[in-house]
């Protein structure tokens, strides 16, 4: 039996755009459904925009540009409150304060009755997934695995510095469904892979994967994003800003098209992802599906 994630209604399903920073992804999103609506085959209808960076974010801008209600609702304010100066989930009391902040996010969307969340850079790891299905793009290829593990897994930049790392010549985005935040970033990209984005050319600027090796393992202290301002570091913020034109966008408007239309599952028996074509079609078992600016194939 097929467990379709965002169930089959009579209605249009409305979906909640979350971003935190300049929206790129949720432009891309916008335009594509705003496009189809003219064409009279829309899958989706956005019923708001959520940020949790009100000063900084271009929300604003693009809520005006697309006449769609904005929920602000910022973080970093919130936490200072509660006598917290910069948003973290290292205490016990920061993730009490994260907890609460998603309280009152809750409490912000609930009159725009939302079928499902669509993550466009929207930065703060909150349970919100727990309330209905949120998508999420994700700059690096999920599919790739080591010893049951998705090699690519992080956040910000991190996904894209791994996978050039381990050197193949190519890159690429996924979509994936997100699963509740239970205490690291990357336990949140271990949900499924509904799409990924063709293969996008590696950017090494004549550099060799050894070299980018080496400036890999002579760091100190945490893997964080930002933490090491060092040529990798440089490349990989390159890399993910050419990902992001030519994999995101390409690939996260028809997944969430697609998504939205009812065409992905979950197998009830053993757990794997589902999809079909279009809902009059039969559910087949897939790895992923990759998108590309020619349409869709399934991956097995």
Partial sequence: MANVFLKDCKKTPKGAVFLSGSGTNAEKLLEKVFQNKSASHTSWEPAVLVTDRPKTSRAREIASKYDLPLVECGILDFYRSRGLEKVTLA??????????????LREKISPYHIDFGLLAGFVPLCNIVEDFPCLNVHPADLTQEENGVRKFAGLHSVGVELAMLYGGGFLRSSVI????????GGGMDSGHILGVSGKVATIYDGYSVEELQKIFEERTGPHIHGLHKDLLFFLAEKNQANLKEKGDHILYPPVVDDFAAGCFAEDETDGSLLYRKDPASSFMKVKTVEYTSSGSTPLF
């Fill in 177 to 184: 469904l997100v699963k509740p935040f239970s205490g690291s």
């Fill in 91 to 104: 205490t016990e009391k920061a993730r009490q304060v994260r907890e609460e902040w998603t309280d009152l």
